[in-house]
């Protein structure tokens, strides 16, 4: 009996990419199973700039656009790291007071104290560490649940922050650096850099994962849909400079205002770098294996009581950070820095953005759109003389609505099979 051996020569063969129409077929199957990401918040954030532009005029002028950013910035921070928490199905309510009692350090530091802008900062970080290990630690080590021991940490840090900053008075931000973080611009010409730099990275991120996925025989992306996806970031950021490039000044005889400000390419190096840590890491497989079923996790070798300390410390120090340009947009800290609406509207921004309270689904990515979209309403709204109690329902219900489409697409991946 002769057995013939067939050699096989060049490379193996490679899985073709799917053509644009079957791209587009298989999106919509995913959004029909379920898997619906970030598009309600996309959607809701178009809708809603349409409307106010509409009803307001003067919602996209190039002042407003600048002033949107400004005022969802500390809030997108804060939202960030309350991602990664929200990822293992915990919460944490103590991270808008955590941002507060590390503004009072930042404030005491660099005025009373008298230290120089980036040791105030490191001790306002390095503060929020602190706070969310203690947190972590109480809730993964001694089992109290996480909704309890930030509820304490939420009432302890109201007094701690009248404590820093002598019941009630408030302390003053002077330093340039700080005050730069939340009131300075880009130079225009600095803007189009950042623009040429983000552009650049982003393509060359886009076409080597295509490129590797493509040599390594995996389904990929086809070629089109990459190009489209890159020319879209171009196009939106490149609107998004030149607007913010214009002058803003009432009185361009006494001081010019334009360019991108300066908190815009701290968000963007804040969101690419955690973006990285959890898509690209196995820090971030493990968050996610947690988040998604943490008894599965645990028998699989992963040390999750040093996971769930580890989002919380990730959180606390997102939330400084927030707390940062937060003084730094008021230039000082007073009793109400971190209080009122902010722990409300960055956990809002978060789930709005498409991070699930269920745990286990989520971006930073979706803190920012999140944070997009409550900056709109609440600017939106302002612009057009609503009340604040107003804008507090509308933020609600928009809230409960992204809450309701969550349940509802985890529902329908249950029942379709593609969770």
Request: charged share 10%; aromatic share 6%; glycine share 12%.
């Amino acid at each position: 009996m002769t057995t013939t051996v067939v050699k096989q020569e060049g490379p193996a063969a490679v899985t073709p990419a799917p053509t644009v129409g079957a791209h587009v077929r298989n999106y919509l199957s995913r959004v029909r199973g379920g898997d619906i990401g970030a598009l309600p918040a996309v959607l809701g954030l178009v809708v809603l700039c349409t409307v106010f532009s509409i009803m307001r005029p003067t919602f996209l002028t190039a002042g407003n656009f600048a002033n949107l950013f400004t005022q969802g910035a500390a809030v997108t921070l804060i939202a960030m790291g309350l991602v990664f928490v929200l990822l293992l199905g915990e919460i944490d309510l103590s991270a808008g007071f955590a941002s507060g009692v590390c503004a009072a350090i930042l404030a005491n530091v660099a005025t009373v104290l008298g230290y120089p802008w980036y040791v105030a900062a490191l001790a306002a970080v390095a503060t929020g560490v602190v706070i969310g290990t203690v947190l972590g630690f109480l809730v993964s080590k001694i089992g109290i649940p996480s909704f309890v021991v930030t509820l304490a940490g939420f009432l302890a840090f109201q007094g701690i922050v009248l404590l820093l900053i002598d019941q009630g008075s408030n302390i003053a931000v002077r330093d340039d650096v700080l005050i730069a973080i939340a009131n300075r611009n880009l130079t225009p010409l600095l803007g189009w850099v950042l623009f040429a730099v983000a552009v650049a990275g982003y393509a060359a991120v886009q076409l080597n994962r295509y490129r590797s996925r493509a040599a390594r025989g995996l389904v990929t992306d086809p070629m089109p849909v990459v190009l489209a996806r890159i020319g879209a970031v171009a196009l939106v950021l490149g609107i998004a400079v030149f607007i913010l490039n214009q002058e803003r000044s009432r009185n361009v005889l006494v001081t010019s205002l334009k360019g991108v400000p300066i908190v815009v390419p701290i968000i963007a190096v804040l969101l690419i770098f955690w973006t990285f840590v959890l898509q690209r890491t196995s820090y971030g497989r493990h968050v996610y294996a947690v988040g998604g079923n943490k008894e599965a996790a645990r028998r699989a070798g992963i040390n999750v009581d040093r996971i769930r300390i580890s989002v919380f410390m990730i959180c606390s120090g997102m939330a400084a950070v927030g707390g940062i340009v937060a003084a730094s947009r008021a230039n000082s800290v007073d009793p109400n820095t971190g209080g009122s609406n902010v722990l409300l509207y960055a956990v809002g921004a978060a789930v709005i953005g498409g991070t699930s309270l269920f745990g286990g689904k989520g971006r930073v990515l979706d803190a920012v759109l999140g944070g997009a979209v409550v900056a709109v309403i609440d600017n939106g709204m302002g612009l057009l003389g609503y009340s604040a109690g107003t804008k507090y329902v509308v933020t609600g219900v928009v809230l409960l609505l992204a809450a309701s489409v969550d349940a509802l697409s985890r529902r329908r991946s249950a029942a379709t099979g593609t969770r």
